[in-house]
């Protein structure tokens, strides 16, 4: 009985160090990139979860707790330490999710956030043929600026580059043609 509870020990000591840095490595990506849900972000944090779900059951019914009061409340321990950091990642991603949903509201009141609701913007609207009244409409007045301006463009700042180190800009550049209508629109970093 005492060598099932080492091995249960043991195994449960590198399993979870495995499974924290595997978590830990997710917060930080997570909270780096910004992701949300994708059909990526979900597996990635779902399976290491089902992989320690099967890994509990499997040790439950092979080694014998039920009478060993410190062993129940260890196994306790690491169930409650495993599930942590798999509600700590679906939270970040739901919190992502929020952050990154464009809206127009969003888009004008978070000008240095817009870097996070652009692509929600341009995977949601489609700005090619739309009128120059349609676009500022739907964003806002341009933001004042001399980078990547000319007299056929407007330009919005979205804020600080995506990165671990954001040294420039990004910024949303609308192009139109002489009827005044969106020919193409690029993110661009300065």
């Not at 091995?7 to 780096?32: A, E, M, R, T, V």
């Not at 059909?39 to 992989?51: E, G, N, Q």
């Not at 700590?88 to 000008?111: A, H």
């Not at 550049?173 to 661009?188: A, G, H, P």
């Amino acid at each position: 009985m005492t060598q099932n509870k080492w091995k249960f020990g043991c195994f449960s000591i590198l399993f979870g160090y495995f499974y924290g840095l595997l978590y830990l490595g997710y917060i930080l990506f997570i909270s780096f990139a910004q992701s949300s849900f994708s059909m990526i972000s979900v597996p990635a944090i779902l399976i290491p979860f089902i992989l320690f779900l099967l890994i509990i059951f499997i040790i439950r019914k092979r080694v014998d707790i039920k009478n060993d009061r410190k062993a129940k409340q260890n196994f306790h321990f690491v169930i409650i330490m495993g599930t942590i950091p798999f509600i700590i990642c679906t939270v970040m991603l739901g919190v992502n999710e929020y952050k990154t949903n464009f809206t127009t509201k969003k888009w004008i009141e978070n000008t240095s956030e817009r870097v996070y609701i652009v692509d929600d913007l341009i995977g949601t609207y489609n700005l090619k043929g739309m009128t120059k009244s349609e676009v500022m409409t739907l964003l806002g007045p341009p933001t004042e600026t001399e980078y990547f301006k000319n007299e056929k463009n407007i330009v919005y700042y979205l804020g600080d580059e995506r990165g671990i180190i954001s040294i420039d800009s990004e910024w949303l550049v609308i192009d139109f043609d002489k009827y005044e209508k969106v020919t193409d629109y690029v993110v661009r970093t300065d």
